[in-house]
């Protein structure tokens, strides 16, 4: 009898690679010429990523910097909650803070799409801030990798723990 294989969907970010990201923007927008003389500034705050600007499409600007630079890294867009430019005094704001763990809600969404439109035969369990899905079949724990690939969730999903 076989036993059974498993695999967890997990929703983490590299802090490393977001640092290295981060790093690389700011090191772009000092040396960029239509950064000169804008104030323009990407930086930790606490948790949270910090984007300031002289104008709005600047910080935007600097948005854009950074999440190419994310995006080289490897690191989803989708793991980055972005706020609105806020006009604070003579420059623009922007914080970005990242989102990791798997809310009960997406847990919830995503073992019902395993349900609905995966193979039989498929359990989820949800621990914590991930979901661990598992059977018979290693076949059928692929569908389902491929499946949440190309589910439309609004968040970064890594598998990890495959067994």
């Known amino acids: 009898m076989p036993s059974e294989s498993s695999f967890d969907v997990v929703s983490k970010v590299d802090r490393q690679e977001v640092d290295n990201a981060l790093n690389q923007a700011a090191k772009e927008i000092s040396q960029r010429y239509d950064f000169k003389g804008v104030g323009a500034d990407v930086r930790w705050s606490g948790e949270s990523i910090l984007m300031v600007a002289s104008s709005e499409d600047r910080v935007n600007a600097v948005l854009d910097v950074l999440q190419t630079k994310l995006v080289k890294r490897g690191v989803s867009l ?3 909650d972005t706020s609105e430019p806020l006009p604070s005094g003579k420059e623009h704001r922007i914080t970005a803070t990242l989102k990791e763990g798997l809310a009960q809600d997406v847990a919830k969404k995503i ?3 395993i349900r609905d439109e995966g193979p039989k035969g498929v359990k989820t369990q949800v ?4 979901m661990r899905v598992s059977s018979k079949s290693r076949d059928d ?3 389902v990798i491929a499946l949440l690939k190309g589910a439309d ?3 970064a999903l890594q598998f990890v723990n495959y067994r």
């Open 78 to 80: 989708k793991a980055l």
């Open 111 to 113: 073992g019902k799409i």
């Open 127 to 130: 621990t914590g801030e991930e």
């Open 141 to 143: 724990l692929q569908d």
């Open 153 to 155: 969730l609004d968040v």
